[in-house]
């Protein structure tokens, strides 16, 4: 009887106690539902996906590159124009289907079709450059040339240059002639400087302009002094005293040993130099002086060519000595030298003359006339009477101021003579330069 008391209250205890078993077993089934249920697949927005990175362009050339990067821009603008024309349709043609690009005509990520690459490379082909390319100074501010000289120039020193008012009118006249000496030549040339009468500055000429080229130009010209009258062109550049210490080398010299000289080492053992201005000194024995043929300077000249872009001949008095035909033959132009005086102003025109009848025509008319005052002439002179019967029949008249170092036949250097005189002398070389180009 007991034990059945027992088993009914146990039996009432668990019956009492199933319900909430049940509920907490079927709590926790409901619970392990949520987390072992299937979890609902989420498809991502094409439109929301960030776009791949493309991959870097392969390209020949900077102009292809832009191109294509054009290409790639304009594609991305279209479509994204496209995008924002579809959302402002309404619902129902948002229920149309799209319009699908077909998969062999849409380009692989990063690549660029091949029509849009050729007329990118077409475009950026016929494109004009851009400014930064073809004219890269348009981003720098000129700067305004330094005036040297006059009231400019100490304004411009005591300023510190802050205060620059440029060049004066007559410091660009200067710059403008050094322009013109300083011209780069395809070529070599060659001027003959020669007069009727001695003593009238041919040869300061010759040492002066000489010196001048020198100066300006990149390249050193070359003096010959091929006067049959024991000739004094190097005495004249180099002073007497430094000439006769120098190893005596002439242009007889250079003639006999004309066929070994290969190289301008070589050529230099036969010169005198007077700063820039290479020379070659004439013959001073008077019994060989006036033995010097045409082909024989014809040889020295086709040997100074290879050498010097600039060559200037001191031919010395008178046109018909030996060499005369060969100087006259391989010059490019001519120096007449004059004086003021009658007597010179008709001997220049008297050379002019027997030139143009004698078949040098040409060099008549291209010829330069320099009237050197070297004697200072009183002023009973009527230059301007001289300076008109000339101007006439040449291409170019330069009057040389009379000036001490020019006069006394001596050393003719630049640091010494007059400022007049020094553009006397660009003027003839400039002149010299333009009949060359």
């Known amino acids: 009887m007991p034990d059945s008391v027992d088993n009914e209250a146990s039996a009432a205890a668990s019956n009492e106690g199933q319900p909430e078993l049940r509920r907490r077993r079927d709590r926790r089934r409901e619970e392990g539902d949520a987390w072992t249920g299937t979890m609902p697949i989420i498809t991502p927005n094409d439109s929301d996906a960030p776009a791949s990175t493309p991959a870097p362009l392969q390209s020949r050339s900077w102009a292809e590159a832009a191109a294509a990067a054009d290409a790639s821009a304009g594609a991305v603008a279209d479509r994204t124009e496209t995008g924002r024309e579809d959302s402002t349709i309404g619902d129902a043609s948002r229920e149309e289907p ?194 010097l043929t045409a082909q024989e300077y014809l040889r020295i000249r086709q040997l100074i060519s290879g050498y010097y872009s600039i060559a200037l001949t001191d031919c010395g008095t008178g046109v018909t000595h030996n060499a005369m035909s060969g100087i006259l033959q391989s010059a490019d132009n001519l120096i007449i030298a004059a004086g003021y005086a009658v007597s010179g102003a008709k001997r220049a025109r008297s050379t002019l003359q027997w030139l143009a009848s004698h078949g040098y025509e040409e060099l008549a008319r291209n010829a330069i006339v320099v009237i050197t005052d070297k004697d200072e002439v009183s002023s009973r002179v009527d230059k301007d009477a001289i300076e008109d019967h000339l101007s006439g029949i040449c291409r170019q008249l330069i009057a040389v101021p009379h000036d001490r170092g020019v006069a006394d036949g001596d050393l003719v250097t630049l640091d010494v003579l007059r400022p007049d005189t020094r553009r006397a002398y660009k003027e003839i070389a400039a002149a010299i330069v333009d009949g060359y180009v």
């Not at 660009?172 to 400087?193: H, K, P």
């Not at 002439?250 to 190289?263: E, P, Q």
Request: aromatic share 4%; with cysteine; charged share 20%.
């Open 98 to 291: 799209r319009l699908e690009i077909p998969t062999a005509a849409a380009p692989a990520s990063g690549a660029v079709p091949p029509a849009a690459a050729r007329a990118g490379r077409a475009a950026a082909a016929s494109a004009p450059i851009s400014d930064f390319i073809s004219s890269p100074g348009s981003f720098v501010r000129e700067q305004k040339p330094r005036p040297i000289g006059g009231f400019r120039g100490m304004l411009y020193r005591l300023t510190g240059g802050a205060w620059n008012l440029g060049p004066s009118a007559k410091q660009r006249e200067e710059d403008e002639l050094a322009r013109r000496i300083s011209r780069q030549l395809q070529g070599s040339y060659n001027t003959a400087v020669l007069s009727l009468k001695g003593g009238i500055g041919k040869t300061s000429t010759t040492v002066g302009v000489g010196l001048t080229l020198a100066e300006f130009r990149g390249d050193p010209p070359c003096a010959i002094d091929a006067n049959p009258d024991s000739g004094d062109l190097v005495e004249r550049a180099l002073g007497e005293g430094i000439y006769q210490k120098a190893t005596p080398r002439t242009i007889t010299d250079l003639l006999k040993n004309v066929d070994n000289v290969d190289s301008l080492t070589a050529l230099a053992r036969y010169m005198h130099h007077a700063g820039r201005l290479h020379l070659i000194a004439g013959e001073q024995d008077p019994e060989v002086s006036d033995s």
